[in-house]
């Protein structure tokens, strides 16, 4: 008797991908809901009161942000693609080393370096005999300080980006600008940057909105913006009303941006000018110039990497056995399986989302996709809030029928649990899994399904049996990504864990607001090294394609 295997029909597959995309629009329209019903009191209230605060703070940050990361990822891209110095090949690859670090693990380092009791002003008392009144120092915990710590881990986004975009342009507009009696400096700026514009913007934009995102960098040092405004009132204040329209002008925010970075995204494609791809030279710097590449392209690597590592190990190498307690053992294990459950839910929803828009490409597949992946532009905060506002109607509701018809209180089922918080994460992370697994997917020739199809393959079988095995790198790759940014991830993990369940972000924040920085480094330490892990992997790939892009020329004309 031959043994059927099951296998899912593809409007099954269909069904599940609509509702992964249903499960990622809901926490946007719950706020947007929550919002519009909560009473315009409350908005005439925050709009007299800490509106205008919140607005110019994050305004503030956005700004300096965005030229701090466009300088300087824009700057040491084109140095290093296209220069010549001592230390440029170890320098590509370490420029990318600072997103291993979220920023608020830079903010409990540097506050520790260069705060009042901090290193850096205590040697300069003691050198100089200076009174706590006798000298002005700049004060890290500020608006300034925050956005120097989000501009050292995020630029790496516009490096990456518009080192790929150097990459892949051709030199021949840039030689005729040469020919035409241009410098160096003038053939850049007319030149290669307009090519490069569109990679750029989406690189600042992408780092723009998450600083609007970011909630850990911002609390600790006390800069009022949306995002600890929503934290405030949901939990200081119990004012779920405010906390639902912080998040809605938040939201709307954050997808302004989002269509902004795709319609930049859609606008990178550009045309070689020449009728030949050639790779430019890279010109050889001497002497001052050589010396100014290199400090320029040395000193983020040293502050958003190396300096804080050193400054985190140095801080916490007396509390390295507090690693080993139960406690923080405990502390490990709940991260790990919260990564590790949400990395998993979210690839499997990504695999059905990609696959049902390759079998079916019509426009309510690719809509399906597009919703799925608006949860990166939307912070941890707002997931948080549109997640809990209907659960927690759910809940009570059904504890009231129950109390009402059986006299059984069946209390809170789904707010506080752990689920609800996994579907958070996957909300939040599922455009980096699309991202990846599309990657991967359009690799494989549609004549490979075709052939699948005509020797009697389903659609679930051909997704089990051809699909996955060749897509194991990409799926390892964003399984990989998704678990680390579940680590890092602090704003929804704070609202939205369950009663006694800690994470290791979450116990590095409690121990930093106490002002316990030694022991906050230990956790921090953890966090970044796991972070590690696919910026390894990152910058592999990064040295690999810089290989295959100088060893390699094509030739576009073939009559030549």
Not at 102 to 123: C, E, H, I, K, R
Not at 151 to 161: A, D, E, T
Not at 397 to 406: I, N, P, V
């Amino acid at each position: 008797m031959t043994r059927r295997r099951l296998s899912l029909p593809g409007n099954w597959m269909a069904v599940l991908a609509w509702i992964a995309a249903s499960l990622c629009l809901l926490p946007i329209a719950a706020v947007a809901l929550a919002a519009l019903t909560g009473g315009w009191e409350t908005v005439g209230s925050l709009a007299q009161t800490v509106l205008p605060r919140y607005t110019r703070a994050t305004l503030s940050l956005v700004l300096i942000v965005a030229v701090g990361t466009g300088v300087i990822g824009t700057g040491t891209a084109w140095l290093v693609t296209m220069t010549r110095f001592p230390g440029r090949r170890l320098l590509e690859i370490a420029l990318a080393l600072p997103l291993a670090f979220p920023a608020y693990v830079l903010a409990y380092a540097y506050t520790d370096f260069l705060d009042f009791p901090g290193w850096v002003q205590t040697s300069l008392r003691e050198l100089i005999g200076w009174g706590p009144r006798d000298y002005w120092f700049p004060e890290i915990r500020s608006l300034p300080g925050a956005a120097m710590m989000l501009v050292l881990v995020l630029y790496p986004y516009v490096y990456l980006l518009a080192r790929a975009a150097f990459l892949q342009q051709s030199a021949t507009a840039y030689l005729a600008a040469r020919t035409l009696g241009r410098g160096p400096w003038a053939a850049f700026f007319r030149v290669s940057l307009p090519i490069a514009r569109p990679a750029i913007a989406g690189g600042v934009l992408l780092a723009i909105m998450e600083t609007i995102a970011d909630f850990g960098t911002v609390s600790y040092f006390n800069v009022q913006t949306f995002a600890t405004g929503i934290y405030q009132s949901w939990f200081s204040f119990a004012d779920r009303g405010a906390a639902a329209q912080l998040a809605l002008c938040l939201l709307i925010a954050a997808l302004v941006l989002a269509g902004l970075e795709r319609r930049q995204r859609m606008g990178q494609r550009h045309h070689a000018a020449g009728r030949r791809f050639e790779v430019l030279d890279p010109a050889q710097l001497h002497g001052a110039r050589a010396l100014l590449a290199a400090l320029f392209c040395t000193l983020p690597v040293v502050l958003g990497f190396l300096l804080p590592a050193g400054l985190l190990i140095w801080m916490g190498h007396d509390s390295f056995p507090i690693i080993l307690t139960e406690r923080y053992v405990g502390f490990l294990q709940n991260s790990l399986t919260l990564a590790a459950v949400a990395a998993v839910f979210t690839v499997t929803a990504a695999i059905f989302l990609g696959f049902n828009a390759r079998l079916h490409p019509n426009r309510a597949n690719k809509t399906a996709i597009g919703i799925a992946g608006l949860g990166y532009a939307v912070p941890g905060g707002v997931i948080a809030v549109g997640l809990i506002v209907p659960f927690a109607a759910f809940d009570n509701a059904l504890d009231a029928w129950m109390r009402d018809t059986f006299d059984i209180s069946t209390g809170l089922l789904i707010t506080g649990s752990i689920w609800l918080l996994v579907m958070a994460y996957m909300v939040r992370f599922m455009a980096a899994a699309l991202s990846a697994y599309d990657a991967g997917l359009s690799t494989i020739n549609p004549n490979i399904d075709a052939v699948a199809r005509t020797l009697g393959r389903t659609p679930s079988t051909m997704l089990r049996g051809v699909h996955l095995p060749i897509l194991r790198p990409s799926l390892l790759t964003a399984l990989l990504i998704v678990f680390v940014d579940v680590m890092k991830e602090l704003p929804a993990t704070l609202i939205m864990r369950p009663f006694n369940f800690d994470t290791l972000a979450v116990q590095a924040h409690r121990l930093a607001a106490d002002e316990r920085l030694s022991e906050a480094a230990v956790p921090s330490l953890v966090i970044a090294a796991v972070g590690l892990l696919p910026v390894i992997v990152l910058c592999w790939g990064l040295g690999r394609e810089d290989r295959t892009e100088r060893d390699f020329v094509p030739d576009l004309d073939p009559a030549e």
